[in-house]
């Protein structure tokens, strides 16, 4: 059983920066891909960005592309989210997640574990 604990989040004007983490306890963090995800108001949960279980390969959504940089530290146990020109549109609460696959799973019925998230709320 893999727990997850985020925190970061917060309310920040247009174009400020918040640095998410996500704290993971319980068996070999290493052998999970880990993703963020987020849910909007009125929108379903998507995916923001996901890593590999080594760290070397990333993926982010169209939407944040440019503008976040995910990154983990297998020896802390430790997921990062770094947001930088954060918009309105990025308000969500924003959610850690652990799959068991190399690179990371892109639908949520996938995720083996989730956290409980963190609200992230952009004022324009």
């Known amino acids: 059983q893999v727990q997850l604990v985020e925190s970061g989040g917060g309310l920040v004007q247009a174009g400020g920066s918040l640095r998410l983490s996500c704290a993971a306890s319980g068996p070999a963090f290493s052998s999970h891909a880990m993703g963020w995800w987020r849910q909007g108001p009125g929108r379903e949960r998507e995916l923001v960005a996901r890593?590999?279980?080594?760290?070397?390969?990333?993926a982010y959504a169209d939407s944040v592309q440019g503008r976040i940089t995910i990154s983990r530290d297998n020896a802390k146990n430790m997921l990062y989210l770094q947001m930088n020109s954060l918009e309105p549109e990025d308000t969500a609460v924003y959610y850690c997640?652990?799959?068991?696959?190399?690179?990371?799973?892109?639908?949520?019925?996938?995720?083996?574990?989730w956290g409980k998230g963190t609200l992230v709320t952009v004022s324009s």
């Open positions: 997640a652990a799959d068991s696959s190399y690179w990371g799973v892109t639908a949520d019925s996938a995720v083996d574990y």
């Open positions: 890593i590999s279980r080594s760290g070397g390969r990333t």
